[in-house]
């Protein structure tokens, strides 16, 4: 139990174009979804959080319009990188916790994002 | 800020032997604890949580926990090569951005055959 995909896993694009990933939670309501960066040989870095119909809380220093969170149901979180750019290149990983107080996370695959 | 720290390694450690990861937190109020395994190029995966001060043991792991010297320890016995990883402590932070983990920077495991 407990699966979280990410699609797609991995997406090269130009810069400057926009790129959708998707996380759902395959077995389980999530009601909260997370969503990290990570660059190479670094630790995981929150970039926000989002709940089941309503706005994002995003980290400070993560800017809102650029990547954009869409909680559109309890299975399904999407983040899109918009007008990305070279520097945008990471793993993203999103992680998905389920209903009833439950603490734990389980996370997606992640999707390597490369912007040329 | 609240922080988790844990030695970056690499801790090297002979296949067999028992290897010993070591957190420490700084938020005296946290209550769950995790640890996950990262391979080189993929996601986390959840090893154990913890929430009770002592030992609490799952095949070849034992997480420790010690609330009031804000210690977290993850024990791997009989270590194998496919332990190689990094190996992330995770700190729920409850006054934070709903419930989100604060993790270490980890610390990379190698196991030698």
């Known amino acids: 139990g407990a699966v979280v995909s990410q699609h797609p896993s991995w997406v090269i694009c130009k810069s400057g174009t926009s790129v959708k990933i998707e996380c759902r939670s395959l077995d389980f309501q999530a009601t909260t979804m997370f969503w990290y960066r990570q660059f190479p040989k670094q630790s995981l870095m929150l970039m926000a959080t989002s709940n089941e119909g309503s706005k994002a809380t995003y980290e400070q220093g993560v800017e809102k319009d650029k990547f954009l969170i869409n909680h559109a149901s309890l299975t399904l979180s999407t983040l899109t990188v918009t007008s990305a750019h070279p520097e945008d290149s990471s793993f993203y990983i999103c992680?998905?916790?389920?209903?009833?107080?439950?603490?734990?996370?389980?996370f997606g695959p992640g999707t390597r994002l490369t912007v040329l | 800020q609240k922080e988790v720290e844990q030695n970056s390694g690499p801790l090297s450690v002979p296949e067999g032997a028992i290897a010993s990861l070591n957190c420490t937190y700084s938020d005296r109020g946290s209550q769950s604890f995790f640890w996950y395994r990262q391979y080189s190029g993929k996601s986390p995966e959840l090893i154990m949580s913890i929430y009770s001060n002592g030992d609490k043991e799952d095949g070849r792991f034992t997480a420790q926990l010690n609330k009031a010297s804000q210690y977290v320890s993850l024990l791997i016995r009989d270590s194998q090569p496919s332990d190689s990883a990094t190996y992330l402590c995770a700190v729920k932070n409850y006054g934070g951005s709903q419930g989100n983990l604060i993790f270490g920077k980890g610390t990379k495991l190698s196991v030698k055959p």
């Open positions: 992680s998905a916790r389920g209903r009833g107080g439950l603490d734990t996370q389980y």
